[in-house]
């Protein structure tokens, strides 16, 4: 069944609000409580707006705080506590190089370079963005940041190649990507989930093989 982009569109819509719909009738008790049961039909409602792109993303970071501030009648101070961390304005900081870069050229520069200092293939790439990955992975521990940045590399590479999106090559670089953000966290034990891992397995292990 061939659907016009309107039904695509009303289709979406319906799914965006049946799911949250369906958590609203879920009867509530002393450990789910309405509170609880409104908090997750607000911000499922909004998450599968993100997943079904029903709207821009920078409309939808508007709505949800405002959700919290206008439907739950949290306090801002509650609502905004995740900006007073460093990691929103590392993120941040990171688009915002990336854009400049790619408006200035010199992402592109860069990007050029690297692939004429790698070999001018997929695997030498890939190679020396595990090495970049490696690196970055020595001074930064946020994984996203980390993303951001080795993804600006990725981005500059992928338009130099003309590496078109949802091609075999894009999807490698993709995947490589992902990858690299996390791997290297796992050598140096920079990133916090893992050092709370590390630190509940290795005592552990030391009082079972000693």
């Known amino acids: 069944m061939n659907l016009d982009k309107k039904q695509v569109t009303m289709l ?9 719909l369906a958590i609203f009738f879920i009867p509530t008790n002393e450990s789910f409580t309405k509170d ?14 993100i997943a079904l792109e029903n709207l821009p993303i920078f409309t939808i970071s508007l709505i949800l705080p405002l959700l ?9 101070s509650l609502v905004f506590t995740a900006w007073s961390l460093e990691v929103p304005w590392l993120i941040l900081g990171g688009f ?3 854009i400049a870069l790619k408006k200035s050229g010199l992402l592109l520069r860069v990007s050029y370079a690297l692939i004429l200092m790698l070999g001018g293939t997929i695997r030498g790439i890939l190679y020396g963005l595990l090495v970049a990955g ?6 930064i521990s ?9 993804s600006s590399l990725v981005l500059g590479i992928c338009e130099a190649l003309e590496i078109k999106k949802g091609s075999r ?11 690299i953000a996390l791997a290297p966290a796992f050598i140096f034990m920079t990133s916090t989930p893992f050092m709370s891992v590390s630190a509940f397995m290795f005592p552990r292990l030391r009082s079972t093989c000693c």
Do not use: C, E, S
């Open 96 to 98: 915002v190089i990336t």
């Open 169 to 179: 090559n894009g999807t490698v670089l993709g995947l490589a990507l992902f990858v």
């Open 36 to 49: 609880i049961r409104l908090f997750l039909v607000l911000t499922i409602f909004v998450i599968a707006m």
């Open 134 to 139: 490696i690196l970055v992975a020595m001074i």
């Open 68 to 76: 919290y501030l206008v439907v739950l009648q949290q306090p801002p």
């Open 12 to 20: 979406k819509w319906i799914i965006n609000f049946a799911i949250p």
């Open 142 to 150: 946020d994984q996203m940041v980390k993303a951001i940045l080795v």
